[in-house]
């Protein structure tokens, strides 16, 4: 009898240790930080970005759905000769949905190479205001930014301190007719990859 308990808790205990393996294979996350720039338009703000890693070829390459939430202020100087310079910070959200192929560092949390990288495609958006100064008649007015579409996104994650940083790029294409203006709003931020431990990057 007591040998059967002991057998159930091993059991018991295996069964946990290998599903706690496996979600941290199949969960990551990271949060930091982001610029947005595009024609006629400036923001930033911090940016969250979880993934689900639904195929793991192995603990360095990994297939995932995902998103980065950026959320923020859009930044705008308008100059008028008359009054001098006008800025405006206005809130501003910018999240693109991602297909990713991951590599090597942070690919899982359970990677442990010195570098990674990413590249992957998806659908965004990116919904602001920005301050528009009209000279003529000496009114200030906001003008709407809703650019949606295509978005690429393309970085590389590598070791600090046994800490995993990454440095992402991406660029949304502007499929709308909203704002004419505004080809595309491109994206370059920093992140810290949470629960990625690379001790072995020494």
């Keep these: 009898m007591f040998r059967l308990y002991a057998l159930l808790c091993a059991g018991c205990w295996l069964l946990l240790q290998t599903r706690g393996n496996a979600q941290s294979r199949l969960f990551s996350q990271a949060i930091g930080g982001g610029l947005f720039a595009g024609s006629n338009y400036l923001g930033g703000g911090l940016v969250y970005s979880p993934r689900l890693n639904f195929f793991c070829f192995s603990d360095h390459s990994a297939l995932s759905i995902g998103a980065n939430i950026g959320l923020g202020t859009t930044i705008n100087d308008n100059y008028n000769s008359n009054t001098g ?3 405006t910070s206005i809130f501003m959200t910018n999240v693109p949905f991602l297909l990713t192929w991951n590599f090597g560092n942070a690919a899982t949390n359970k990677a442990c190479t010195k570098w990674g990288c990413f590249a992957g495609a998806g659908y965004g958006f990116q919904n602001a205001s920005r301050g528009v100064e009209y000279i003529d008649d000496e009114e200030t007015t906001t003008n709407q930014v809703h650019v949606s579409g295509l978005v690429l996104s393309a970085g590389f994650r ?20 909203y704002n004419p203006d505004i080809t ?6 920093i992140d810290y990859n949470i629960g990625v431990k690379i001790h072995c990057a020494r």
């Design 158 to 177: 590598l070791p600090v301190e046994n800490h995993s940083l990454g440095i992402r790029v991406t660029y949304l294409f502007n499929n709308n007719r």
């Design 184 to 189: 595309g709003i491109t994206g370059i931020g």
């Design 85 to 87: 310079g006008n800025s």
